[in-house]
């Protein structure tokens, strides 16, 4: 396939600080990310969670992606879930279902709670949430033996929250 697009360099920042007694704390962190090609970024409001709707799907990767929200497994780089509310928080689970067209049960995954306002980063799909492994350090180490998909659903608990998400593949 020929394609026009010419690949990219990405950069994330992020920026924090505060000023206690008069000394500031903080710093400003920059990471890039060279020869980027793909990146979907889409703002979707996420319906509180019923009997009928428990969570949203925003995109998935695995090693053929099937659908418009998938990327591929080995080309992700980087995610950012942005909550766009002002008052209500919302939860993001990352698992190991196969994109967001899959209707699997997950065997691993982990929930995080995103307080209005805040994002959540993930520079990796590999994820291990056992927690004996994260107490003791030892059996934490790169290899292949993690997940090869995953999907990251959002819960909104309370009310209509807006999420943004943002995803970067080479």
């Not at 924090?16 to 979707?44: M, P």
Request: charged letters at 15%.
């Amino acid at each position: 396939m020929a394609t026009i697009i010419k690949n990219a360099s990405f950069t994330s920042s992020i920026t924090d600080s505060v000023i206690l007694n008069g000394v500031t704390y903080g710093n400003n962190n920059r990471k890039s990310i060279s020869a980027c090609n793909e990146a979907i970024q889409q703002v979707v409001t996420v319906p509180a969670s019923s009997p009928s709707q428990g969570s949203v799907p925003l995109f998935g990767a695995n090693v053929a992606p099937n659908s418009a929200g998938d990327v591929t497994f080995d080309k992700f780089k980087y995610a950012r879930v942005t909550n766009l509310d002002d008052t209500n928080s919302v939860f993001v689970s990352v698992s190991d279902i196969d994109g967001v067209g899959g209707s699997n049960t997950p065997t691993t995954y982990f929930t995080v709670e995103v307080p209005a306002g805040m994002s959540f980063v993930l520079p990796s799909l590999n994820f291990d949430s056992s927690d004996s492994a994260a107490l003791d350090g030892k059996s934490l180490t790169h290899s292949t033996a993690y997940n090869t998909v995953v999907r990251i659903d959002v819960v909104a608990i309370t009310a209509d929250v807006d999420v943004e998400f943002l995803v970067v593949t080479i």
